[in-house]
């Protein structure tokens, strides 16, 4: 798996949940825009941000504008996804991924791991 996904839990309406990413063995993480989408059960995929080699973000056009903020540590190779007040609609299953270049380009995921899910009760 080239990209693990990690951070995911069970929370309470309200509260802030981490997640973050690392790259496999073998995958030059630092090269990649680096984003997170996630997918409930029964439900479209949802883009939430990307950010490319240079930090640059891009948001999706979905419904976590202002509450999740995506961030990259180049020193640590991970991307992580600072999620806040958290809502039962944001229960899914969220995916880190991979463009297939440095920069977020239309949002086109090429590859992804895992995922971790995240389960947040009224």
């Known amino acids: 798996v080239q990209l693990q996904a990690s951070g995911g839990g069970s929370v309470q309406a309200g509260d802030s949940l981490t997640l973050s990413c690392k790259g496999g063995?073998?995958?030059?993480?630092?090269?990649?825009?680096i984003g997170w989408f996630r997918q409930a059960p029964g439900k479209a995929r949802e883009v939430i941000s990307c950010?490319?080699?240079?930090?640059?973000?891009?948001d999706g056009a979905g419904s976590v504008s202002g509450r999740f903020k995506i961030s990259r540590d180049s020193f640590e190779n991970t991307v992580s996804l600072q999620m806040t007040s958290l809502k039962p609609e944001d229960t899914a299953r969220y995916y880190c991924?991979?463009?297939?270049?440095?920069?977020?380009?239309?949002?086109?995921?090429?590859?992804w791991g895992l995922g971790t899910q995240v389960t947040v009760s009224s």
């Open positions: 950010i490319s080699s240079s930090h640059r973000t891009t």
């Open positions: 991924a991979a463009m297939s270049g440095s920069y977020c380009l239309d949002l086109d995921f090429q590859t």
């Open positions: 063995s073998g995958f030059s993480f630092s090269q990649y825009a």
